[in-house]
């Protein structure tokens, strides 16, 4: 038995006879022991279940978000094939586990990596190819024990807010605009090491995706939001779709939420503020049906530093991106689009984050310093797994100011491209999934010249002997020497 994408739905489309471990008759399928396996031999006891524990039973499990369960030989069994293909496609929409960073150039290292190896992926063929042995049961690892379904990667958060419970109908229009604010209920100014946001709706989780849209279970697709003490003059503000009055100065902005996204974490240097007594504030809430009644709302938790907490950088703020001139041509593939920006001080990116829309098949970033050139990373996109990359602190890349960021989008609006509704159809810019939007979101922060020294020289301390440090254009230029006092003297001789 193995699952062909049909739309948005997996369906069964034909089973394969497998001696020894799978035995077919129409629908019905058996699944029966496998003896102890031959030396050398690729089985799911040795080989393969240790993979989805790490990199796949998160979602894949009996109360997991993913439609099947990967636990036992019993639930990976009949998807063998379907596992196979899924992790070999390479970092493009689809792949299995969702993470799209292309390893063949680029910086490598990022927390929370779930991806697979090369070694990994030829095993799963493997094991697949040769009809998926059991192997010998005492291989088998302890089974993972799962937190609730509803636990935070984050770990327990300090503070939970949740916004107001909305209605979508089944057939409703995509909506815009101002949702209600919501205080936070902190009496304290706090500092946060890390943020997540999960909607919480109605919808049973096993009942599938419902209508072929966007993260088909989910009616949020996005949220843009602050957290604000507010005024008078905001507390009697009615809600206006079309004003941004409630974002100001005294606005901390947080990273975007979108549907499938994953945490984010500042780091231990670079902690966000919220302050006490401030509200969740938002005027661009995105809103789209999923085919049923849905009742919903956002949770949003925040992991505080100690209180005696102080950030050595603050958060940078500049946009990289395009929302102007975004020009795609119906029917055709391989378009591009490009965003440039020049950074005004030495900057530390914490993560990667491409947002496109429905044609989006790639980003990468670029950093120009001078005549050097360096493609910091490129990863695949798919609109309905938005991900967010963040580097380890020894991988982050390390700017100097004056240096020239560079992000190019790969777009595909041709019929091979099934998030397209309707390939025909130009594509510009707009809020809307069939409209565009060409924007690197990551979060990144502002060093001043010592501390930017300072972090060149560590990062030459851990990279001993490089000749080029990837990410960091000036780690290698060091500064001339100090001049001694003999130096100094024989140079006034000479003149």
């Given at each position: 038995?193995?699952?062909?994408?049909?739309?948005?739905?997996?369906?069964?489309?034909?089973?394969?006879?497998?001696?020894?471990?799978?035995?077919?008759?129409?629908?019905?399928?058996?699944?029966?022991?496998?003896?102890?396996?031959?030396?050398?031999?690729?089985?799911?006891?040795?080989?393969?279940?240790?993979?989805?524990?790490?990199?796949?039973?998160?979602?894949?499990?009996?109360?997991?978000?993913?439609?099947?369960?990967?636990?036992?030989?019993?639930?990976?069994?009949?998807?063998?094939?379907?596992?196979?293909?899924?992790?070999?496609?390479?970092?493009?929409?689809?792949?299995?586990?969702?993470?799209?960073?292309?390893?063949?150039?680029?910086?490598?290292?990022?927390?929370?990596?779930?991806?697979?190896?090369?070694?990994?992926?030829?095993?799963?063929?493997?094991?697949?190819?040769?009809?998926?042995?059991?192997?010998?049961?005492?291989?088998?690892?302890?089974?993972?024990?799962?937190?609730?379904?509803?636990?935070?990667?984050?770990?327990?958060?300090?503070?939970?807010?949740?916004?107001?419970?909305?209605?979508?109908?089944?057939?409703?229009?995509?909506?815009?605009?101002?949702?209600?604010?919501?205080?936070?209920?902190?009496?304290?100014?706090?500092?946060?090491?890390?943020?997540?946001?999960?909607?919480?709706?109605?919808?049973?989780?096993?009942?599938?995706?419902?209508?072929?849209?966007?993260?088909?279970?989910?009616?949020?697709?996005?949220?843009?939001?602050?957290?604000?003490?507010?005024?008078?003059?905001?507390?009697?503000?009615?809600?206006?779709?079309?004003?941004?009055?409630?974002?100001?100065?005294?606005?901390?902005?947080?990273?975007?939420?979108?549907?499938?996204?994953?945490?984010?974490?500042f780091g231990p240097d670079s902690a966000r503020l919220l302050r006490a007594?401030?509200?969740?504030?938002?005027?661009?809430?995105?809103?789209?049906?999923?085919?049923?009644?849905?009742?919903?709302?956002?949770?949003?938790?925040?992991?505080?530093?100690?209180?005696?907490?102080?950030?050595?950088?603050?958060?940078?703020?500049?946009?990289?991106?395009?929302?102007?001139?975004?020009?795609?041509?119906?029917?055709?593939?391989?378009?591009?689009?490009?965003?440039?920006?020049?950074?005004?001080?030495?900057?530390?990116?914490?993560?990667?984050?491409?947002?496109?829309?429905?044609?989006?098949?790639?980003?990468?970033?670029?950093?120009?310093?001078?005549?050097?050139?360096?493609?910091?990373?490129?990863?695949?996109?798919?609109?309905?797994?938005?991900?967010?990359?963040?580097?380890?602190?020894?991988?982050?890349?390390?700017?100097?100011?004056?240096?020239?960021?560079?992000?190019?989008?790969?777009?595909?609006?041709?019929?091979?491209?099934?998030?397209?509704?309707?390939?025909?159809?130009?594509?510009?810019?707009?809020?809307?999934?069939?409209?565009?939007?060409?924007?690197?979101?990551?979060?990144?922060?502002?060093?001043?010249?010592?501390?930017?020294?300072?972090?060149?020289?560590?990062?030459?301390?851990?990279?001993?002997?490089?000749?080029?440090?990837?990410?960091?254009?000036?780690?290698?230029?060091?500064?001339?020497?100090?001049?001694?006092?003999?130096?100094?003297?024989?140079?006034?001789?000479?003149?």
């Amino acid at each position: 038995m193995y699952l062909v994408k049909s739309g948005w739905q997996y369906v069964v489309a034909s089973a394969v006879v497998v001696s020894g471990a799978i035995l077919s008759s129409g629908s019905s399928t058996v699944v029966t022991a496998q003896s102890a396996s031959p030396s050398g031999e690729v089985t799911f006891t040795k080989d393969i279940a240790p993979i989805l524990q790490r990199s796949c039973q998160n979602c894949h499990r009996s109360d997991g978000v993913a439609p099947m369960s990967l636990v036992t030989y019993e639930d990976v069994r009949p998807y063998a094939r379907a596992i196979k293909q899924r992790t070999g496609i390479g970092p493009h929409a689809g792949v299995m586990p969702p993470w799209y960073v292309e390893k063949n150039i680029g910086i490598q290292k990022f927390q929370n990596d779930p991806s697979l190896s090369d070694e990994e992926i030829a095993k799963i063929a493997t094991w697949a190819d040769n009809g998926a042995p059991r192997g010998n049961p005492a291989d088998m690892p302890a089974p993972r024990v799962f937190a609730d379904r509803n636990a935070w990667a984050i770990g327990t958060p300090d503070l939970i807010v949740k916004t107001t419970e909305l209605e979508v109908k089944a057939n409703a229009p995509d909506w815009w605009g101002e949702i209600p604010r919501v205080t936070t209920g902190l009496t304290e100014d706090r500092y946060v090491t890390a943020l997540e946001v999960k909607e919480v709706n109605d919808v049973d989780s096993k009942a599938g995706s419902g209508r072929a849209t966007v993260g088909g279970r989910y009616v949020f697709h996005h949220m843009i939001w602050g957290t604000k003490v507010l005024t008078d003059a905001d507390k009697d503000r009615e809600p206006d779709p079309t004003s941004s009055a409630l974002f100001d100065e005294s606005t901390t902005f947080w990273p975007v939420h979108e549907v499938g996204r994953n945490a984010d974490f500042f780091g231990p240097d670079s902690a966000r503020l919220l302050r006490a007594n401030s509200s969740i504030v938002s005027d661009s809430v995105h809103l789209h049906s999923n085919g049923r009644d849905t009742k919903a709302h956002l949770e949003i938790g925040f992991k505080f530093a100690p209180k005696d907490y102080k950030p050595k950088y603050k958060t940078a703020l500049f946009g990289l991106g395009n929302g102007v001139d975004i020009d795609i041509e119906g029917n055709q593939a391989g378009q591009q689009l490009h965003a440039y920006t020049v950074l005004n001080d030495n900057i530390k990116i914490l993560s990667f984050e491409p947002h496109l829309h429905a044609p989006g098949m790639r980003m990468c970033l670029e950093a120009i310093w001078g005549y050097n050139i360096q493609t910091l990373n490129c990863v695949g996109y798919d609109h309905n797994w938005v991900r967010g990359y963040d580097y380890t602190d020894d991988s982050a890349p390390l700017l100097p100011k004056g240096t020239i960021l560079h992000i190019i989008g790969y777009m595909d609006n041709s019929p091979s491209n099934r998030n397209v509704p309707d390939p025909r159809n130009w594509q510009g810019s707009g809020n809307r999934s069939v409209a565009n939007m060409f924007i690197d979101l990551g979060n990144r922060v502002v060093l001043t010249d010592d501390q930017f020294k300072e972090a060149m020289q560590k990062r030459r301390d851990e990279n001993p002997g490089r000749d080029v440090i990837l990410g960091c254009p000036l780690c290698m230029v060091s500064a001339p020497a100090a001049k001694t006092s003999t130096q100094n003297q024989q140079q006034q001789q000479q003149q």
